[in-house]
């Protein structure tokens, strides 16, 4: 039973890490974040959580299957991943912003201006 929720728990982890490593680029964090800056120390830390979420993602899928299925199963989950992504960002980018809790937009704050 524990691995039927296995599965889909690694390809969450894939997406969050891609998710996370490709907002650590400039250019997909205007998208999220507009003008925020995006500082050195967010670029590192959400490099480090896509990394661990990807390495996450293999050993849940480890722990399902035997060695060469799960990779298998990886790395289509890889792909799958990759798509979810890049259809995010292409379509709703903003929704990217609820994987930075940390992060508060600076406009989220601000009042209307007249």
């Known amino acids: 039973m524990l691995e039927v929720l296995l599965r889909p728990l690694a390809l969450l982890c894939c997406t969050a890490g891609f998710a996370w490593l490709a907002l650590s680029m400039e250019s997909h964090w205007e998208q999220v974040r507009g003008a925020q800056p995006l500082a050195r120390r967010t670029v590192i830390a959400l490099r480090v959580l896509g990394s661990a979420a990807l390495l996450g993602s293999l050993l849940l899928c480890l722990r399902v299957d035997h060695a060469s299925m799960a990779a298998l199963v990886w790395v289509m989950s890889l792909a799958g991943a990759a798509l979810i992504v890049a ?26 201006e007249a």
């Not at 379509?91 to 930075?100: D, F, I, N």
């Not at 937009?105 to 209307?112: K, L, P």
């Open 87 to 112: 259809f995010t960002f292409a379509w709703r980018p903003r929704w990217m912003a609820a994987l930075l809790p940390w992060a508060r937009s600076r406009d989220a704050g601000a009042g209307q």
